[in-house]
Structures are given as structure tokens and as C-alpha cells.
């Protein structure tokens, strides 16, 4: 399911954004959110695409990082199918940045609609793109396209395209794992929960 380039773009990297950046488990395992130029370079790597190199100082990529968070909290409300939380999560999302759409032109010279903060510094713009990308997914009746691995010991979030739109994993691994983990009780007699 494709909601449409730019907002594909923004979700993709808010779901990258929120998995670097917040604390929580992967898999099983810690999630150690990086510190100073890590987080930066962490920052900088999910969001970066082909003819786009940011340059975010630390202040930025921290001040971004708390919108972030934010956003953590608008997937977890979607997943846990509560969209009334998560629509007033964004819609203070969207004040805090002053989110508003603009018409750019992309690399192939078509009109795309992108959302800008009153400025266009790194933080600013990330935040009121991700605030305008969630608002979007709610808005057009695609929240539920967006959720928290429901994995034993994984909290990561993830984006659903799919046709069927049953995804419930952040990946293959834990898919994997909760399969693997069900065989094993009915290959013992028990039933999986």
C-alpha cells in the first residue's frame, strides 16, 4: 500500500527515527539509544536518500530527537488502536512545528507536496514533515498501517504496504522468533498462547 511518494518518504524515516532513537528492546534485545556524534551519524543514516546529505549540528538532531519521541507515542497509540490519542498527539505535533504544505518540484521536474516548519532548519523541517506525514496517515484512514512489533521483547515500530494489512511484526527476525517459538510448544503438546 503506497500513501503517496513524499508521505511514503516521511513514514519510512519517521519508523527508522523512532528505532535509533528511542530506548526500548529489539528483538529481545537492549536498545542503547546513541549518544553525541553517534546519534548524529544514527540520525543522519535514516534520513538520508540519494542527493540528500544533512549536516544537522548536535542541538538540531536533539531538538528533532524530542518530536521523535513524540511520534514513538502517536505508533503506540495506533497500535494499541486508539486514534483519538494518537490524532491529538499529532495535532499538537503540528502546532509545536508549525507544519504547513508547499508545493516543491521533485528531481523529475513534478509538483510534490512537502510540509515545512516556519523554517527550514534540520529540525524544524523533519519535525513538521513527520507531524504532517502521521497527520496524513490518520487523515486518509491508513492509521492502522502503522503499529509496534508485537514480538516477546520488541518494542520497534514499523509501516505496513501490504495488501492484506496484517502485519504484526517489526521484521523477519521476530516473525521468525514467534513462529520457531510456537512450533516448539506444539511440537511439545502445549498450545501457543
Not at 22 to 39: F, I, K, M, Q, S
Not at 83 to 100: I, P, Q, S
Request: charged share 25%; glycine share 10%; with cysteine.
Amino acid at each position: 500500500m503506497r500513501f503517496n511518494s513524499h508521505v511514503d518518504s516521511v513514514l519510512d524515516a519517521t519508523v527508522r527515527l523512532v528505532n535509533v532513537t528511542t530506548p526500548g528492546h529489539d528483538g529481545g534485545h537492549e536498545v542503547v539509544v546513541p549518544t553525541g556524534r553517534a546519534l548524529t551519524e544514527a540520525v543522519v543514516a535514516a534520513v538520508r536518500y540519494d542527493g540528500y546529505e544533512p549536516r544537522p549540528t548536535r542541538a538540531e538532531v536533539e531538538a528533532l530527537a524530542e518530536e521523535v519521541h513524540a511520534a514513538r507515542r502517536v505508533v503506540e497509540a495506533l497500535g494499541a488502536g486508539d486514534e483519538d490519542t494518537a490524532a491529538g498527539l499529532v495535532n499538537a505535533m503540528l502546532r509545536r512545528t508549525d507544519a504547513h504544505p508547499e508545493l516543491d518540484r521533485d528531481e523529475d521536474g513534478r509538483w510534490a507536496i512537502h510540509f515545512h516548519g516556519p523554517d527550514t532548519t534540520f529540525a524544524r523541517g523533519w519535525a513538521a514533515g513527520i507531524a504532517a506525514g502521521l497527520a496524513m496517515a490518520i487523515g486518509g484512514d491508513l492509521g492502522s498501517r502503522l503499529g509496534v512489533c508485537e514480538a516477546p521483547g520488541c518494542d520497534r515500530v514499523w509501516v505496513d504496504r501490504s495488501r492484506n494489512t496484517h502485519r504484526r511484526f517489526c521484521g523477519l527476525r521476530c516473525q521468525n522468533r514467534v513462529k520457531a517459538a510456537a512450533h516448539r510448544l506444539r511440537t511439545r503438546g502445549g498450545r501457543p498462547r
